[in-house]
């Protein structure tokens, strides 16, 4: 019960916070009579919440209000959110924690710029490994065994007119990430977007997830990109140290 609970969850996000029951049986390739016992059961014990008109459901205010209790008790996303501010300030951009779930990116954290065209970033968006900066850091200093291979073994379907789309194009990439130190994103997610990402350690030298900043491409040029990685990069060496990495 507790897994198919979580798969359920698992499906809303920021381009799904509605779900009918056909759509989520579909999702879940279940049949649609069990699934709406399991969401019925859901929204009486308070996961979700079902529109009186439409029938469809959402996650409930109960659960966000959880799902925010656990955010500001995340050590990392606590320690993070002081530097992600300096960042901004320091920047003019929007800053992102960003961590590995499955072979996805995930932000798990935000600060916006307060510039009036800027990167949106978006609190629990998804984002693909191949073609951000962010997920070229995870996947350049994956832990996890076998998430390359995953990633690599499925196409790598282009978003804008930069991305790399070739597993070789791809593993020479990650290469140059783990020789700099940082990640570069353009126009590869999308067409008018920029961005610099570089690996946050804890103790034990462990990558556990990547600080990053995105801009317009209009603001950003080959004079100006090298000023914001080396900025990315101290500030994801300033969470290191708060989460107790040492060099050696």
């Known amino acids: 019960m507790i897994g198919q609970t979580m798969r359920v969850l698992r499906l809303f996000g920021p381009q799904r916070r509605e779900l009918g029951v056909t759509e989520a049986a579909a999702l879940l390739d279940r049949p649609k009579s069990s699934v709406s016992r399991l969401l019925r059961t859901m929204e009486a014990e308070g996961f979700l919440a079902r529109d009186p008109d439409t029938g469809r459901f959402r996650l409930s205010l109960g659960l966000a209000a959880l799902g925010e209790v656990a955010r500001a008790s995340t050590s990392m996303q606590r320690l993070a959110r002081p530097v992600l501010e300096e960042l901004v300030e320091s920047t003019g951009e929007t800053s992102n924690l960003v961590v590995l779930d499955g072979t996805e990116a995930v932000n798990v954290e935000v600060?916006?710029?307060?510039?009036?065209?800027?990167?949106?970033?978006?609190?629990?968006?998804?984002?693909?490994?191949?073609?951000?900066?962010?997920?070229?850091?995870?996947?350049?200093?994956?832990?996890?065994?076998g998430v390359l291979d995953r990633v690599l073994c499925g196409p790598l379907p282009r978003l804008a007119s930069r991305?790399?789309?070739?597993?070789?194009?791809?593993?020479?990439?990650?290469?140059?990430?783990?020789?700099?130190?940082?990640?570069?994103?353009?126009?590869?997610?999308?067409?008018?977007?920029?961005?610099?990402?570089a690996p946050v350690r804890d103790h034990r030298g462990a990558v556990v997830a990547a600080i990053t900043t995105s801009a317009p491409i209009s603001r950003l040029n080959e004079t100006t990109r090298p000023a914001l990685a080396r900025k990315v990069m101290a500030a994801a060496g300033r969470l290191s140290d708060a989460l107790g990495h040492r060099p050696g």
């Open 163 to 197: 991305t790399l789309t070739s597993r070789g194009a791809l593993e020479a990439e990650l290469a140059r990430v783990r020789e700099q130190g940082h990640a570069l994103a353009w126009a590869e997610l999308e067409e008018e977007l920029a961005a610099a990402s």
């Open 111 to 145: 600060v916006r710029s307060s510039r009036a065209v800027h990167h949106v970033g978006v609190l629990g968006r998804r984002l693909p490994l191949h073609a951000t900066a962010a997920g070229k850091v995870l996947l350049a200093w994956a832990s996890t065994p």
